[in-house]
């Protein structure tokens, strides 16, 4: 399901594996997976040979919830936060629903709207970046603050990115009364819900991102003194 992720375990030597997004579905036992390379655990991956093996534990995780009937839904995602919300975007457009896709980056290097599902009648894509070299100048809660002024009969708001990106995505969509989720990417560990390494600080307490996320309704998170604790 969107927004759910797979456990991958780069390579026999390292110990932890590493959580990433389903970021789509192309055919029956099949996964994308969009890697952005960080550390040991993701360039190990990347130097797999093609056609080796890797193991892989999942789905694990909750998903987004459905929008509105007929109402927009509005995916806002900063670099590889596009990874989060793939998927998403490609069931919406499947299942007919109008979409507004909000990619953003610092430069046009970090721009990964090209990964997204292309526009189409049912997706609207508005790119943005912090130095103005492509799409409009600014942070995509900019561009998502300037989009909720007049975009008709939104949904919701689907978030996926930096914690500071989610918190402000947060903050703008419950400034307009809508309903936000966002996709947590914490640090893991046993990613099932055992060694509770990754909670989150939550109105209704500490909650596990692997087992009671990754998705969350950001009305829920304790943004307040860091990220989300
Ligand atoms: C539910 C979930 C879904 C994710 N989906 C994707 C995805 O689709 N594509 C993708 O590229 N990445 C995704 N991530 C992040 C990915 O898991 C980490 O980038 C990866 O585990 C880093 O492993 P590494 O060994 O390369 O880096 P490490 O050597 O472990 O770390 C390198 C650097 O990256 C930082 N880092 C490590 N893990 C994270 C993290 N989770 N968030 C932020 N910084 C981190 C470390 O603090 C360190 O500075 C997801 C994380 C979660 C929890
Ligand atoms: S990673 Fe172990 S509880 Fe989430």
């Known amino acids: 399901m969107p927004g759910q992720f797979v456990h991958v375990a780069a390579s026999e030597e390292l110990t932890l594996r590493r959580p990433f997004s389903v970021a789509g579905v192309p055919r029956e036992r099949s996964l994308d997976l969009l890697v952005e390379l960080r550390g040991k655990g993701t360039r190990t991956l990347a130097e797999q040979a093609e056609g080796s093996s890797v193991s892989v534990m999942g789905p694990l995780g909750n998903w987004f919830s459905p929008p509105r009937e007929g109402a927009t839904a509005i995916l806002v995602a900063g670099g590889i936060g596009v990874a989060g919300l793939r998927y998403l975007a490609e069931e919406f457009v499947h299942d007919g ?8 980056a610092r430069t046009r290097e970090g721009l990964l709207d090209g990964l997204m599902p292309r526009p189409n009648g049912g997706i609207t894509l508005e790119l943005s970046t912090d130095d ?14 300037s989009h909720l002024e007049r ?14 990106m989610l918190k402000e995505a947060a ?15 914490e640090i893991m560990a046993c990613g099932t819900g055992a060694c509770r390494g990754c909670v989150v600080n939550t109105k209704h307490g500490y909650k596990t991102v692997c087992s009671d996320g990754p998705v969350f309704d950001a009305a829920e ?8 604790a």
């Open 132 to 145: 103005g070299s492509t799409g409009t100048a600014g942070t995509v809660c900019e561009l998502l603050a």
């Open 97 to 104: 629903r109008p979409v507004l896709l909000l990619v953003g």
């Open 171 to 185: 903050a703008v969509a419950l400034r307009h009364g809508l309903p936000c989720e966002v996709l947590l990417e």
């Open 221 to 228: 998170l304790l943004f307040e003194g860091g990220p989300y």
């Open 151 to 164: 975009v008709e009969n939104p949904a919701r708001v689907y978030a996926c990115g930096p914690p500071a």
